[in-house]
């Protein structure tokens, strides 16, 4: 038997109210199931002459994460108005920013010059408060040329009172929606059906123009041999009319039909693959084709037509009819489809159909399996959904892990804690083909956990499940891996780096970061590469900078430079930057770097941003203020657990400060307070160094950093000894030994020349100490000068310019002869000092002067200072 065909009419009033409405900002289409919204969008989308760029989104069947439904919008709004081939389309991360992808969305829209509407179908299905308070914030702002239309089977918590206040809402509603009497007379002649006009005025009556209900009706009535007496046998509500249509339908229908109709009922979506394993024959892909011509509640969701979803309506009462027809065929239907989907990677419908099948314990591994990686995505409400679908009789000791990593997401530690006890007591009776698997799982858990807690203590351990999968592997559990490996390396490596196991924390990230690169995880890239930057901190300035912007540059190409997760690289580079005394480009990646911490951040890396601050304010010359931000740095740090790699930087920036502040009392005691271990450090001899200044017992200074300078107290790095030679210098000074106190602030510079770094210099208030250096007594007169002119209040780099590079790259062996040209010594002494020859000294400089564009010693010598030629890139 031929397939009836059901012909849509044109409901030209319809549309044109519809074309009213879209004038408005917003217009809200509020009906019940089956009364055409869907329809009456698409035809009015489809038709003809459409003078808007439609940005179209079906919300997905129970959406709970804001993100999935943001990502789907923007890509959406892109898709309509052309702007897909700019930045790599966002990514989902675990760290969601909803007000910067909305802000992104509005961005987009604001962009264009042309209308644009934004469609919004089944808004219904958006199970998240989150999303729904963000889109109201979008459509109460949208560009001048935006409209939304928004379909929803019920009215959403959308606060649009001031639209309407304004007359910039409209709505349409079930009763505008209803067929006339009219337009079901053309609905039935168009569908070659034959009734009386009594007939016809009874069939309306009955459906009270309800639009599912009439084309369920017609295709029934098509072929029927009494269509008067059919019209006449059935009433009641909607859902009774539509019970008895779908099963008059069906029956009507040829068994093949029939057949795929009631087995894919329980699917959210079909395609002809997935219909095959369901019904077991070939040929569901025509037969879905031939529905959707044939206008049968069955619509095609991409351009291809290869993915197809039943009407809703039509779909719930398949579902009926599944369960009363074939009740015990339903748990092996649910297990076909998530088999399939599972080898589709299409995971949280694979977990949905193994809850369907009644199947808790398979649905339970496989949610622990997944958990990272929807984590990864972005979906941790729907993990939280699935979650609750386990009866509580149901529940498995897997789940535990589950429950553990949303406890660690959301900062609830000691449960988590408690979940992972749990987990490891079940691993632990697990079958030997399992335990590998819970084993990395746990290990990955713990490493979260510790990070979180900023513990180093019980995380070596860890790293053995860190190891290469174990041989025999599917693709999917290598996969799977990946993502628990590129995490745990993640997590890893910031504990090390955090806690001073620095060289070992520079390869877990580095392998991390390339583990995350090789398996499509652009975010755990970004933040292995972030924390690399602030690992960094061993190399030279120049690396660091380097690492920290190969960071910030893949950050901003997915749009999450202002994101928590790039804020390490941000926080380091302009730490570096002010370090060496770029103190405004400095600044702005300090600005850039709260602006991503705006939202929420743990008090390890707000550590960090206000130790930063703290030294512009210093360079700056605003010590009150670098006070305050020295001592928020080292309140924070007093709340994480176990040791931190700037903690004694931290407190010896606070304590100097505070005697050069002329409180050397209350830095006394703070000092009297600390134990013996922080107290030994050389960052701390140098605080006591400043503190006996203060007291005017240069002495004692001299006494406090007589250990640090020979190598008994151990440091962060030369640094402190830059900062240990400077405070020796003021001590000889207070002491009248002016000689001693050039020779110790030559020592200074002498270390500071690779780097050049002013910082050291700045915080020690070593101004005069320096201004009484005769420039031609030092070999660094061309640092001294740059420190000079930051301590007198400019930045060396003012203004953020960037001077353009040499013509042509300086050879190693010119390198070399440019960083003597800011000493006094002359061609001779440089050729003995780098053992060649007078002649290969001044063709070097002659090439020198040509790669520079100048013309004598001093110019290459501001020309190098301006290039940051003069840097070797020493280890720190």
């Not at 001077?803 to 000493?823: F, H, I």
């Not at 063709?843 to 010598?861: C, E, F, H, N, W």
Request: charged letters at 20%.
């Amino acid at each position: 038997m031929a397939r009836p065909t059901l012909r849509l009419i044109d409901r030209g009033d319809l549309l044109a109210a519809l074309d009213r409405a879209a004038a408005r900002k917003v217009t809200i289409i509020s009906a019940p199931a089956g009364s055409g919204k869907t329809s009456l969008l698409r035809a009015w989308a489809g038709r003809p002459g459409q003078r808007h760029r439609l940005a179209v989104l079906q919300v997905q069947r129970d959406q709970h994460d804001a993100q999935q439904f943001w990502l789907a919008l923007l890509a959406a709004v892109r898709q309509a108005t052309g702007t897909g081939g700019g930045p790599e389309p966002l990514a989902a991360t675990p760290e969601f920013n909803a007000r910067a992808v909305v802000d992104r969305v509005r961005s987009e829209l604001a962009g264009q010059g042309g209308p644009v509407v934004l469609v919004i179908d089944d808004l219904h299905e958006l199970h998240s408060p989150d999303a729904l308070a963000q889109l109201t914030r979008l459509l109460t702002s949208l560009p001048p040329s935006t409209h939304a239309i928004l379909a929803t089977r019920r009215d959403l918590r959308v606060g649009l009172h001031q639209l309407r206040l304004a007359g910039e809402l409209a709505e349409i509603r079930g009763a505008d929606l209803r067929f006339t009497e009219r337009e079901t007379c053309q609905l039935l002649a168009a569908s070659g059906i034959t009734l009386s006009e009594a007939g016809a005025a009874l069939l309306h009556q009955r459906t009270e123009g309800w639009a599912a209900g009439l084309r369920l009706a017609a295709i029934s009535l098509a072929g029927h041999p009494d269509p008067e007496r059919f019209v006449a046998e059935f009433s009641g509500s909607d859902r009774t009319v539509a019970e008895y249509l779908v099963a008059e339908m069906l029956e009507r229908q040829p068994a093949d039909v029939q057949n795929l109709l009631l087995r894919t009922s329980l699917l959210d979506r079909v395609n002809g693959e997935l219909a095959d394993v369901l019904t077991g024959r070939p040929g569901s892909e025509r037969i879905l084709l031939d529905l959707e011509d044939a206008n049968a509640f069955v619509v095609s969701l991409d351009p291809g037509r290869t993915w197809f979803r039943y009407h809703h309506l039509f779909g719930d009462m398949l579902r009926l009819e599944l369960r009363r027809s074939l009740p015990e065929q339903v748990p092996a239907l649910h297990l076909r489809a998530a088999r399939w989907f599972a080898e589709h990677g299409q995971v949280v419908d694979a977990i949905r159909h193994t809850q369907g099948a009644g199947d808790w314990s398979a649905a339970a591994r496989l949610l622990a399996d997944y958990s990272f990686s929807l984590t990864l995505d972005g979906q941790a409400q729907t993990i939280q959904a699935l979650l609750r679908a386990f009866p509580p009789g149901a529940d498995h000791p897997e789940l535990a892990l589950v429950r553990a990593g949303a406890d660690v997401i959301q900062g609830r530690l000691d449960e988590a804690a408690a979940h992972l006890a749990v987990a490891q007591a079940h691993a632990g009776t697990a079958p030997p083909d399992r335990q590998h698997r819970l084993q990395v799982t746990i290990a990955s858990l713990k490493l979260s956990l510790a990070r979180r807690r900023g513990h180093l203590a019980g995380v070596t351990e860890q790293a053995e499940f860190l190891n290469s999968p174990v041989t025999g592997q599917s693709d999917e559990d290598i996969a799977l891996d990946g993502d628990l490996r590129a995490v745990a390396l993640l997590n890893l490596g910031t504990v090390e780096a955090w806690s001073l196991g620095t060289a070992e924390a520079e390869r877990h990230l580095q392998e991390g970061a390339a583990l995350a690169k090789e398996i499509g995880r652009p975010y755990l890239e970004v933040g292995c590469l972030a924390e690399l930057g602030f690992a960094s901190k061993i190399h030279s300035f120049d690396i660091t900078k380097a690492r920290c912007r190969e960071a910030i540059v893949l950050a901003d190409r997915y749009g999450w430079g202002t994101e928590p997760v790039i804020s390490p690289a941000l926080i380091t580079l302009g730490g570096a930057l002010i370090w060496t005394g770029d103190l405004d480009q400095g600044e702005q990646w300090l600005r850039q770097a709260a602006q991503a911490l705006a939202e929420d951040a743990g008090p390890g890396i707000r550590v960090l941003l206000h130790l930063a601050t703290g030294t512009l304010q210093v360079s700056r010359g605003r010590l009150l203020e670098a006070l305050e931000e020295f001592s928020a740095a080292e309140h924070l740090r007093a709340q994480l657990v176990g040791s931190h790699a700037l903690a004694s930087q931290v407190t010896s920036s606070m304590l100097i400060m505070a005697a050069r502040l002329g409180r050397p009392g209350e830095a006394r005691a703070f000092l009297a307070a600390l134990d013996d271990e922080r107290a030994g450090s050389g960052e701390i001899g140098n605080a006591r160094a400043a503190i006996s200044l203060a007291e005017g017992d240069p002495a004692a200074a001299l006494d406090a950093v007589r250990e640090v300078l020979d190598g008994t107290a151990p440091v962060l790095g030369y640094l402190t000894l830059v900062e240990a030679h400077l405070l020796a210098g003021l001590a000889h000074r207070g002491l009248g030994d002016q000689r001693a106190a050039n020779q110790a602030a030559e020592h200074a510079l002498a270390l500071a020349e690779p780097d050049r770094p002013v910082l050291p210099f700045l915080m020690t208030g070593a101004r005069e100490l320096l201004e009484e250096l005769p420039p031609h007594e030092t070999a660094h007169a061309a640092l001294l000068a740059d420190i000079l002119d930051v301590m007198r209040g400019s930045s060396l780099t003012a203004g953020g310019r960037h001077p353009s590079p040499p013509a042509e790259e300086l050879s190693p062996g010119e390198l070399r002869v440019l960083r003597y040209l800011p000493t006094n010594l002359s061609r001779p002494e440089i050729a003995s000092q780098l053992s060649v020859s007078p002649n290969t000294v001044s063709t070097q400089i002659r090439s020198i002067y040509a790669k520079l564009g100048v013309r004598d010693r001093s110019a290459a010598v501001q020309r190098a200072r301006e290039l940051r030629l003069l840097s070797a890139g020493r280890t720190r």
